[in-house]
């Protein structure tokens, strides 16, 4: 579990390129994602599942 975690926020500073921005995104409603924010998601069983997936569409096209 610890390194999913270490991973996932590598990925995510990654996909914002700045860390301010990636914990800013972590604690924001997100549409996307029913209007919770995603650390929410650390609890669900498929939660890194879902956030990852999240991510990539931001990555690949900016979308939220």
Same mark, same amino acid.
């Given at each position: 579990?610890?390194? !999913?975690l270490?991973d996932f926020?590598e990925?995510?500073? +990654?996909?914002?390129? &700045? +860390?301010? +921005?990636f914990h @800013?995104? #972590? !604690?924001?409603?997100?549409?996307a #994602?029913? &209007? ?10 498929n939660g890194?599942?879902? @956030?990852r997936?999240? @991510?990539?569409r #931001? !990555?690949n096209n900016? &979308? &939220?």
């Amino acid at each position: 579990m610890k390194q !999913e975690l270490n991973d996932f926020y590598e990925y995510g500073y +990654k996909v914002f390129g &700045d +860390k301010t +921005k990636f914990h @800013l995104w #972590l !604690e924001t409603k997100s549409p996307a #994602l029913g &209007d919770k924010t995603p650390a929410s998601y650390f609890i669900r069983t498929n939660g890194f599942h879902i @956030l990852r997936q999240t @991510l990539q569409r #931001l !990555e690949n096209n900016g &979308d &939220d």
